[in-house]
């Protein structure tokens, strides 16, 4: 049996520690009231067998909070005290240098939270240590000196998840849609180097990647670029090209019509759209930016986004060659091609590619076998965003945050050059299970941790307020959000809905079975997610209404904190079925993994709660492997497009490095831990395998924590 220590190292269960602690806190007190050998020993078994029947590795302070219990069921109350007196010394001494120990232990490659806490960061490398460092030390003053105790204390309990403290400390923002049109066809700065307006596609698409990389350095979130603001490029390359050929021509006294001359020129430009796609997914892939992992980027492919004509059918060409290069993946260390986590795909089902006779239908065929093949693209639907969106169509930031609608003064929707200034997230489960199935009691303590909410988001706001434009030159002086002066405050941009500030929400599900005894896909437990998904929103005004500043409701995607909460409410309140027995709760609104639901039914009943988290949604559906049933994902999409804004469609995508096996590697538990295992030849060594999962709106690589990787084995298929 396993355990986590406080610098988050997994050790073996040792009951003699346990024993020793408590024969120490009982000599403290006088021999009358000291208990015996038996009774001691009673206790030390009690515990472990509580140990054991835990789903998961219980850490060091679960365990002591096992043995205050059964040392008062004992009566021996002095006894119980001392041992409570000892642990509150102790804390006090650890938290005189908090950091020490968690930061050793990662250095050392040892620490099982860390090593999982992010799918996309790779624990051993220097640079995610490095960042990592930082982080421990950012979180340490982030709890110390900038939140206050409550904040931290709600925090600490899974009460509330306070987004990204490892950046807190800096003045960083979360996620943006870059302005790449701006950046682009005015020029930018990076690194100091002036930038001017780039001559080909290929050029433009390098200046991308570069400009990708250091946006990534800036902040802590994803950011989104648009494949439309270089579509325009094609046509500087092909009218460049169609002067080489001629002067070409001209030189070698060969005569030729324009028609051959464009003929040429077009075969250079297909071979330039292919060299600069392969520049972004190839540089996306391999760069390493300032946090450690490859830069958590969105590729936005929206036909509609440009004029019809010229400009319009040469997008079409780039998410074409786009779409190619992503079903082929990229060359692991064994040169076997695999997937990769980014750059994430976004492709807008419209309709004008949604059926077959369309114009660009073949291409929507094409991102259905990349999706069958290596899970992106996911899909919005414009009619639907434009439904809810007050007519706009536009990409997330990252994998799910969608900024609101705002207007510029001569009343044209703006989108690129906005961001997040952060999320805080609100365990509805824990709100549940608080009020004890009082429905009265539940709604006054869903205030009160609101109002927590509300203190600590503007905690985030007022920690970027007055930060100056030259912390990220790029972002705020150069174009990539705005094009402030050095020395400018970002202060008018966190304002007047400009950017928005999210309040995140898990555990609808859980909830919902809580409160009403029954699953919220069920009509009395929809109405009552729904009133409370109301709720919330109507927060969000109120707050808006209060200070100016985009409040928006936000699915959290929950990825390393599904655990954390799990973990925290089997510590409140004990196993209770179907609410915490797991060792995760569910994402934002989504229906249960394990509930058995068809595909469209699941899209078609979260709709409805996609319409009511407009700061950040989407759904998914789980597929068993589809590359020999692609009419089946075509009919997800048209479904899709009917139906609901945003969803995907999760299937599998592994190699297994030991015996070639292109297939699912299996979860198997191991000693009460749940492990990676190759079906064909039993491999167990991660490090000698490629899986890639989604799990919260993004693909991850690097494996999950136990609640994660429990949630995953987990899914039922749902076509």
């Known amino acids: 049996m396993k355990v986590i220590k406080r610098s988050g190292v997994e050790d073996n269960f040792d009951e003699e520690k346990i024993k020793a602690a408590i024969v120490k806190a009982n000599l403290s007190v006088p021999e009358t009231e000291r208990m015996n050998d038996l009774t001691i020993h009673l206790i030390v078994k009690a515990v472990a067998e509580e140990c054991g029947m835990k789903k998961h590795a219980p850490g060091v302070e679960e365990i002591q909070d096992m043995v205050e219990n059964h040392i008062m069921e004992k009566n021996a109350f002095n006894v119980a005290r001392s041992y409570i007196t000892y642990r509150y010394q102790r804390a006090v001494v650890r938290k005189s240098n908090s950091t020490d120990k968690q930061i050793l232990s990662l250095l050392e490659c040892n620490n099982e939270e860390v090593k999982q806490e992010n799918s996309n960061k790779n624990p051993i490398v220097n640079s995610v240590q490095r960042d990592y460092m930082a982080g421990e030390v950012s979180k340490d003053i982030t709890k110390r000196f900038l939140l206050p105790?409550?904040?931290?204390?709600?925090?600490?309990?899974g009460i509330i998840h306070f987004h990204d403290a490892d950046y807190f400390a800096q003045h960083m923002h979360?996620?943006?849609?870059?302005?790449?049109?701006?950046?682009?066809?005015?020029?930018?700065?990076?690194?100091?180097?002036?930038?001017?307006?780039?001559?080909?596609?290929a050029t433009a698409c390098n200046i991308a990647t570069q400009a990708i990389a250091q946006i990534a350095s800036s902040q802590y979130g994803g950011q989104s670029i648009s494949l439309s603001h270089l579509a325009p490029f094609v046509e500087v390359s092909r009218q460049k090209?169609?002067?080489?050929?001629r002067s070409s021509l001209d030189i070698v006294g060969l005569e030729?019509?324009?028609?051959?001359?464009?003929?040429?020129?077009?075969?250079?430009?297909?071979?330039?759209?292919?060299?600069?796609?392969?520049?972004?997914?190839?540089?996306?892939?391999?760069?390493?930016?300032?946090?450690?992992?490859?830069?958590f980027v969105t590729v936005f492919m929206y036909l509609n986004e440009v004029p019809e004509g010229q400009t319009r059918d040469d997008l079409a060409m780039i998410i074409e060659e786009t779409l190619k290069q992503r079903i082929l993946g990229v060359k692991n260390e064994n040169g076997v091609y695999i997937t990769p986590a980014f750059p994430k795909l976004i492709y807008v089902l419209e309709e004008d590619n949604i059926k077959e006779g369309t114009p660009y239908f073949e291409l929507t065929k094409l991102a259905a076998q990349c999706t069958a093949k290596r899970m992106v693209p996911d899909y919005i639907s414009e009619k639907v965003m434009k439904n809810?969106?007050?007519?706009?169509?536009?990409?997330?930031?990252?994998?799910?945050?969608?900024?609101?609608?705002?207007?510029?003064?001569?009343?044209?929707?703006?989108?690129y050059g906005r961001f997040n200034q952060g999320v805080v997230t609100l365990n509805l489960v824990d709100v549940a299970c608080s009020s004890r199935k009082d429905m009265e009691k539940f709604w006054n303590i869903l205030e009160e941790r609101l109002e927590l909410c509300h203190q600590a988001l503007l905690i985030r706001h007022e920690r970027l307020k007055g930060t100056k434009s030259d912390v990220a030159p790029i972002l705020w002086q150069h174009g990539a959000l705005a094009r402030l002066k050095k020395g400018e405050t970002i202060d008018k941009l966190l304002f007047n809905g400009y950017s928005t500030i999210s309040l995140g929400y898990a555990g609808l599900c859980e909830c919902t079975r809580y409160m009403k005894g029954m699953s919220h896909i069920e009509p009395e437990g929809t109405q009552f997610a729904l009133d409370l998904m109301q709720k919330l929103n109507d927060v969000c005004a109120k707050w808006k209404e209060e200070h100016n500043i985009d409040f928006s409701l936000y699915g959290t995607p929950l990825e390393s904190t599904t655990f954390k909460f799990s973990k925290c409410l089997q510590k409140r309140f004990g196993i209770i079925e179907g609410v915490t027995d797991r060792n995760y709760i569910t994402n934002s609104y989504h229906v249960h993994v394990t509930e058995q639901i068809n595909a469209f039914d699941k899209l078609k009943f979260e709709s409805q709660f996609q319409e009511l988290s407009p700061g950040g949604a989407i759904s998914y559906v789980e597929v068993p492997n589809m590359k020999d049933n692609l009419d089946a994902v075509i009919s997800v999409m048209q479904y899709i497009y009917d139906n609901i804004m945003y969803a995907e469609l999760n299937t599998k995508s592994d190699y297994c490095m030991e015996c070639g096996f292109d297939g699912e590697i299996q979860i198997v538990e191991n000693e009460k831990k749940l492990i990676w295992e190759c079906p064909n030849c039993g491999n167990r060594e991660q490090e000698r395998m490629n899986v890639a999962r989604r799990t919260c709106g993004y693909i991850g690589t690097q494996f999950w924590n136990q609640g994660r990787t429990q949630e995953i084995k987990e899914r039922v298929l749902h076509l």
């Open 388 to 415: 809810l969106k007050k007519g706009y169509c536009y990409p997330c930031m990252g994998c799910r945050s969608f900024l609101t609608v705002f207007h510029e003064e001569d009343g044209r929707g703006k989108f």
């Open 149 to 157: 105790k409550n904040i931290v204390d709600a925090h600490e309990q």
């Open 241 to 245: 090209f169609r002067k080489e050929v």
């Open 174 to 201: 979360n996620c943006c849609l870059v302005n790449l049109e701006d950046m682009l066809q005015n020029g930018t700065v990076i690194s100091e180097t002036m930038i001017e307006r780039p001559k080909s596609f």
């Open 256 to 295: 030729a019509d324009d028609d051959m001359i464009n003929k040429i020129a077009e075969e250079r430009v297909l071979e330039e759209i292919k060299q600069g796609v392969q520049i972004i997914q190839y540089q996306v892939t391999t760069l390493m930016t300032t946090n450690g992992q490859a830069p």
